[in-house]
């Protein structure tokens, strides 16, 4: 049997491990994408997981999940937090990656779009002249991950300004400025949907920030712009405006977990560090110095004066991002559970153009 060699490679931001034989030929390979995350000022870090293969005659043999354990120690070893895996099947599910982090998807058809008022607001191509208006709207955002302006440029087409594709449809998106009197308010991102996707027929907003209202105003004109019938938006359950605004005109929606993701903790007790502020917002001072949180290998543990709770691998993540598959059942009384219920879930950002 020929000899495998695990290697690490670097393609701009992406790091490939791989597993190669002695003729250099790859025949495993996981991509690595390391993220910072703002969540109301807090910043913790993610590892993103993407482009897991391997050559079909070496299937079986475990060569994923060894690079994958690779990828998980390589981000603890830079600070990462936790791991967002694209993808959802047996391989991330043994290496303890659920499905968390709830968000609600609206299907709005072509008939909906009917009742919706006729705004202000004047979408129009994203242009280099718009870039530091798409970058400050952005950073307004309570929730997202860390961007500088470089990650907004893409060198080979500046009409599309990231160079990765997210996974909904697998095509390139377009991206809108929605501009109100000569001022940016907000900016789109909408993928149409590859002909064996409704053959054309639906597209999603793949990303989106700044005035809800604006995209709201926004709506109809992506239906005649496309000439679609369905338009997909998902909204986390912590953008209380966005979400009302789309309840408000009679939308029905779905919940569901991180579609198409998966996500493990990597480091509990250094994440909750990073999210000190955020606790103490809402616990207060004295309740946070009572309030401990430890990891020893698979065991996470909680307490709180005499109190204590311990979660496995799994459940850690439906505590602290909350998950639909597999809701958390903790006890109902007690002031540890009231406290848990205070700070968690915390919110996740939507990949969006952070796909991998």
Known sequence: MENIVEKIRRHGE??????DLESGQTVSRVGLWKRDVYVYGCKFRVGCIGGVWTKEEYRGRGYATRLLESAI??????????????????LYRRLNCVAAAPYYLFKISKADVENFPIGMVEPREYCDGDLSDLVEIYQMEPVRYFRTIEHF?????KRHWWPLWPGWFYVKPNTYMLRCKSQNLAYIVVQPSAQKYSKGKTVAICEYAGSRSAIVEAIPWIFQKYGIEKLLVWVSPFDLEFKYLLDKMGLKSEV???PGHTIKMVD????????????????GFRNLKLLNFRQESNVFTVEFQSQRFQFDSRMIVRLVFGSVEEPLKIPENGELTKILKKVFPIPFPWPGLEAF
């Not at 992406?14 to 597993?19: F, K, Q, R």
């Not at 390589?74 to 047996?90: A, C, F, H, K, Y």
């Open 268 to 283: 509990f007790q250094r994440l909750c560090e990073r999210l000190q502020p955020y606790f103490e917002a809402h616990l």
């Open 153 to 157: 440029e893409n060198d080979m087409d």
């Open 73 to 90: 120690k390589l981000t603890w070893e830079d600070g990462g937090d936790i791991l967002l895996v694209s993808g959802d099947r047996g």
């Open 256 to 258: 569901e977990d991180l």
């Open 14 to 19: 992406v790091i490939w491990l791989t597993l």
